[in-house]
């Protein structure tokens, strides 16, 4: 086994080195200096709320008509900007730096009001010097090169034993290394509006009242894959694992754009999706802002795939849920200049592209189409090549691709919705997350350290409490 996951390691370690994007481990944001906020006195403990909206404070009255969205729906939601919690608004502020204080805040969140979905809005400021609207977490792990952004680290607040989780238990000041012991269990529902400007934020607002408000689950999957790897048994990973997708969703009808069938391009995927459909699964290859496959054992020219440039071009009425999986799909710090994909071997196209979102967020932030949320990764994500065993330790003897990784993790989103009955996108991601960790990170030796990447850049762009196919 170890010799064929191992080729899969290395191939993800050469096409992820790159410098450091940022100082690693803490990220910091511009506070202004406004004055102390008294305390609000009229919030007590004894309130209870359903979503937590931490948002920059230029934004808040932006975003009123979202919480009064959800209030309207039954979701009782408390809408807190960044200054409440730098100076106290609601608890004292703790914390090393402006990560720590949003996890400290949202610990008091969960301990005085029960919250269960947190979602956090805002991305990267436009620019050439890194500054945020809404602070990030880099990882400690740097398996291949570079940190990573983790948003799991905003929800794995306690272990089983109620401790805090700060993810740096050696006190280092270098959060979420191989060092730290770190439960990872998600306590809360985290997802992420990546906003760059109040013009993404009002378009995802609008996306996601309009999906819930007017319910449209056509019962349609949209699968994208082909070869993703060579290997002696000539597996097509990227067919193999969105089939699993299908196998979840009884009752759907499947529209495919499999290499082995015909050639993946904007055209056909545009084609497959029409005016919309429930689902997407993507699973292949990813340049950051571009999205490919292989056709079967031709691996020198990758097919047209999907880059941002051509979402511009999708005007389906019916927003999918996307899970888009391969390397960085949702790694939402891009830059016009020192992206990682201009330092590795990408199609030309894609390595001098000026862009300055990721392919992930260009879906769920896109006017009038794409998608409504996508779960995609901050990382190059764990994958299996081949066949040496039974590796999710289940009695059943598959294609690795499909037993570990990647290639469990984006299935496991759809038989969370289908299959355990849950309802919300950030209970199906949490539940993803935690059937990972309980029941496929046990015995993974050497490798290790990689399903623990995968798990920490596994993120949502998009609501967490995104009720799947909208209110009736």
């Excluded at 959800?70 to 004292?92: C, P, S």
Aim: with cysteine.
């Amino acid at each position: 086994m170890k010799s064929k996951v191992g080729i899969v390691i290395f191939m993800i370690a050469l096409l992820s080195m790159s410098p450091s994007l940022v100082a690693v481990h803490t990220t910091y944001i511009e506070n202004n200096d406004s004055p102390r906020v008294p305390l609000d006195q009229s919030i007590t403990r004894a309130d209870s709320y359903d979503l937590l909206i931490i948002v920059p404070d230029d934004w808040k009255d932006d975003i009123e008509s979202f919480k009064q969205h959800k209030e309207d729906h039954g979701i009782r939601t408390l809408l807190v900007g960044l200054n409440d919690i730098y100076y106290g608004t609601y608890f004292a502020p703790e914390g090393r730096d402006d990560a720590e204080k949003i996890k400290y805040f949202i610990k008091n969140a969960l301990d005085e009001w029960t919250i269960t979905y947190v979602l956090v809005v805002g991305g990267r400021k436009p620019g050439t010097t890194e500054r945020w609207f809404m602070p990030v977490r880099y990882t400690g792990i740097e398996l291949s090169g570079s940190p990573y952004l983790s948003d799991l680290y905003f929800a794995d607040i306690y272990d089983s034993e109620k401790s805090f989780q700060s993810w740096d238990s050696n006190n280092d000041n270098i959060f979420g290394s191989r060092k730290d012991e770190i439960d990872l269990y998600p306590d809360v529902y985290i997802g992420r509006w990546a906003c760059r400007s109040i013009i993404d934020l009002r378009s995802v607002m609008k996306k996601t009242m309009g999906y819930e408000n007017t319910p449209t689950h056509s019962k349609k999957v949209v699968l994208v894959g082909g070869d993703g790897f060579e290997d002696d048994e000539e597996y097509m990973e990227g067919e193999m694992i969105t089939e699993q997708t299908i196998n979840c969703l009884p009752g759907y009808d499947a529209v495919r754009v499999y290499a082995s069938q015909t050639d993946v391009t904007p055209q056909n995927i545009r084609d497959a999706l029409g005016q919309g459909a429930s689902f997407m699964h993507f699973n292949g290859h990813c340049w950051v802002i571009y999205w490919s496959i292989y056709k079967p054992n031709q691996f020198e020219t990758p097919e047209k795939g999907l880059g941002i440039w051509d979402l511009p071009l999708f005007s389906n009425t019916e927003l999918p849920i996307v899970v888009l999986g391969g390397c960085r799909t949702a790694q939402f710090n891009v830059a016009v200049f020192n992206r990682p994909e201009q330092l590795e071997e990408p199609p030309l196209f894609a390595k001098y592209y000026p862009a300055y979102v990721d392919l992930g967020w260009e879906f769920a932030r896109k006017i009038n189409g794409g998608g409504v949320a996508t779960i995609g990764y901050t990382i190059p994500p764990m994958c299996g090549i081949g066949e040496t065993g039974d590796l999710d330790d289940d009695g059943i003897d598959e294609p690795d691709c499909v037993e570990t990784g990647n290639g469990l993790l984006e299935p496991t989103i759809f038989y969370a919705y289908e299959g355990e009955g849950k309802t919300t996108l950030g209970e199906c991601l949490g539940f993803t997350v935690s059937k990972y960790i309980q029941d496929d990170l046990k015995g993974t030796g050497s490798w290790r350290l990689w399903h623990i990447l995968t798990i920490y850049g596994f993120v949502l762009l998009g609501d967490p409490s995104l009720k799947i196919g909208g209110y009736s």
